[in-house]
């Protein structure tokens, strides 16, 4: 189902099953226990602190990139809050598994919604077949360790702890056993919303996102299943930077929606373990921003910085329709590393606003919604298990080559006159074959004729390709617009990445 969906399906079945009034409720609210407000310090002295009121309630928890409905209460309630620890194999990015240790089996874990002065009761479940033990640190929680010591839970175990949401906010909760970082680097973190008493303002549409760094054993993209890598976790040079724990999590079918004339707010967090995130959305301007995930709020924002560990709210009109990209605008990382989420808005143009003429592609490479890479993980399971076909490569080829050379020698491959020499019918390819992945992995730099016309230039070297994407980018290339066919392997590729060519670049 659609998130939007899902969302309202949710929100209704809660509405209907604990009898909750889907509205919020605006009056203030006098603390029941008669106790005077204290002055207007904000933080744990402002808020509504009496004894919890009627029968404990089971929070609502969701998984990303859904939140759970507004509270909508007027006093403080016991929550229960059950959590499962659940470590778990999923993919990282297409075609690459990786093992995950989740609250609540996704990366980041279950979006948990509570209300100041409520009082919390949290159940943390460690699943039988889990090989560590867990426990939780929620940073919306006042007390030594935030919980931690509260929840150590070994496989198979429940711990039980009790706190009080003294804070308003937008807290991170993460795992904090020892090796805290490896837990977190595994995708041990999520968010929990402590509500204001009178709540927060309404708005129509509401998504959680929470951005995190990977560390594993082979580059990015690699296929396969990938270790953690302690060192690169070390050295903070994360393989993979992800919104929602996986490349594309929320891109293509799965991008987050939208229709002009509604207000979206996202709640952005940041599990890190290392990386402080740059956050931005392309073609958007926030409204106001929460910033640190506080009580004040920002307005007229275009990119907010959000700690490793930290987190904010924000709330943007949508205008114009079209994609809308999430990206760290640390910007190697949305493009290079997968930092990248697309928000899809539907409506009527706005030409007054925007005029139009809209290119996915000048920002979105491979990633441009609608394009499957599904292609790419088929290529890669036949190659580990030996059966590789050419058209197999040459399908996988097409995909990489949409992200990674079309920009400049576009996606007929017909370059451009004088810029960018033709890949289409090339007689400089023609010539020698064996060339293209070279070229791919050390670049070009120099006069060259192609097709009879000269070339200066030069076009970077791509090493951060794997091996097999420039066997497939060049076998692709080969079979494509009049070139000579051929296939190149990946042991063509390993070769020619560790050849020296006299006219390789040094990039730009
Ligand atoms: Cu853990």
Sequence with gaps: MKPAVRYATLALAVAATLGLSACRIEQPNPAPNGAVQKEDTGGSAKGDFGPPVGEPIQAVL???????????????????????????????????????????????????????????????????DSKMPHNIDLHG????????????????????????????????????????????????????????????????????????????????????????????????????????????????????????????????????????????????????????????????????LIPAGGAAMMDFHMEVPGSYVLVDHSIFRAFNKGALAILQAEGKERKDIYSGKEVDAVYLGDQVAGTSRAPVSVAAASAKAGTLTKEEQIAAGKVVFAGTCSTCHGADGKGMEGVFPPLANS??????????????????????????????????????????EVANISTYVLNSWGNPGGQISKADAAAARAAKPANASEGH
């Design 62 to 128: 969701t998984s990303p990139p859904l939140v759970p409905p507004a509270t909508g209460r007027s006093q403080p309630a016991k929550v229960i809050v059950s959590l499962d620890v659940v470590e778990k194999d999923m993919e990282i990015s297409e075609g690459v598994s990786y093992t995950f240790w989740t609250f609540g089996g996704t990366v980041p874990g279950s979006f948990i919604r509570v209300r100041q002065g409520d009082t919390v009761e949290f159940h943390l479940r460690n699943m039988p």
């Design 141 to 304: 929680v006042t007390g030594p360790g935030g919980g931690a010591a509260a929840s150590f839970t070994a496989p198979g175990h429940v711990s039980r702890f009790t706190f009080k949401a003294l804070n308003a906010g937008l807290y991170v909760y993460h795992c904090a056993t020892a090796p805290v970082g490896m837990h977190i680097a595994n995708g041990m973190y999520g968010l929990i919303l402590v509500e204001p008493p009178e709540g927060l303002p309404p708005v129509d549409r509401e998504y959680y996102v929470m951005q995190g760094d990977f560390y594993t054993t082979g580059k990015y993209r690699e296929k396969g299943h990938q270790g953690f890598d302690m060192n690169k976790a070390i050295d903070e040079h994360p393989t993979y930077v992800l919104f929602n724990g996986m490349e594309g999590s929320m891109t293509g079918d799965k991008a987050l929606k939208a229709k002009t004339g509604e207000k979206v707010r996202l709640y952005v967090g940041n599990g890190g373990p290392n990386l402080v995130s740059s956050f931005h959305v392309i073609g958007e301007i926030f409204d106001k921003v929460w910033y640190e995930g506080g009580t004040k709020f920002q307005e007229n924002v275009q990119t907010t």
């Design 427 to 468: 007689d400089y390819i023609k010539a020698n074959p064996k060339r293209v992945p070279e070229i791919i992995l050390h670049g070009l730099v120099g006069p060259v004729k192609v097709n009879g016309k000269d070339y200066n230039s030069n076009m970077p070297p791509m090493s951060q390709l794997t091996d097999d």
